[in-house]
């Protein structure tokens, strides 16, 4: 069972859905302070599942964005791995960033859940741990997938602007081209190996 987003949505870097006009614009997220609570949660041994579910259920009251215990359970449940594992890595952030706690206060119960587990499927939880780019990267499309602009260097990015980066950081486009590269290097030496016997008078 999945709540809010569909996993198209977070390959967006614009705003995820269009507001009614007499809603006041979204509080963009602060990058920065994000990435810093974020390595600071990377650092920490991952926890239990029964923690992260205790958590995001004290969060979701908090932000007053679900209120029945299997409208948490059953998504959570539902959740691979990976997607648990962000899922986690988001929740402990977004406890520490009232600006990430206001992008989904206002998201509503598609918050998290869904969006974790859309993005288990392109970025791996250990990259992310490994990585202040894929951290980026998780944070940018979090935002972009719950309608938040993004605010880094004390300045908000144009969603122009955040749509490029996100383009640059895409780590399966990036996976995919490190693939065919790692294939025609493959070709290459295989190609190089067969004319060096050829010219040492070998048989193929």
């Known amino acids: 069972m999945r709540l809010g987003f569909a996993p198209d949505l977070i390959a967006r870097s614009g705003y995820a859905a269009a507001m009614p006009a007499s809603h006041p614009p979204p509080e963009p997220l602060d990058l920065d302070s994000a990435l810093s609570a974020l390595a600071r949660v990377v650092g920490r041994p991952p926890p239990p599942d029964r923690r992260v579910l205790a958590w995001y259920a004290d969060l979701c009251r908090d932000l007053g964005i679900c209120a029945e215990p299997l409208e948490l359970v059953l998504p959570f449940g539902g959740l691979s791995p990976d997607g648990r594992a962000l899922l986690a890595l988001l ?27 859309a993005l288990a499927e392109r970025l791996p939880v250990a990259v992310v741990r490994a990585a202040p780019l894929r951290q980026s990267e998780l ?23 955040s749509a490029r980066i996100l383009e640059r950081l895409d780590y399966t486009r990036i996976r995919a081209e490190e693939t065919r590269l790692d294939a025609e290097r493959t070709i290459a030496e295989a190609r190089r190996a067969a004319l060096a016997k050829i010219a040492a008078g070998g048989a193929l």
């Open 91 to 117: 929740v402990q952030t977004a406890r520490q960033i009232p600006s990430m706690q206001a992008a989904a206060r206002r998201a509503g119960p598609g918050a998290f859940v869904p969006v974790a587990g």
């Open 139 to 161: 944070l940018r499309r979090w935002a972009a997938a719950v309608g938040a602009p993004i605010m880094a260097g004390g300045r908000v990015e144009a969603p122009a602007r």
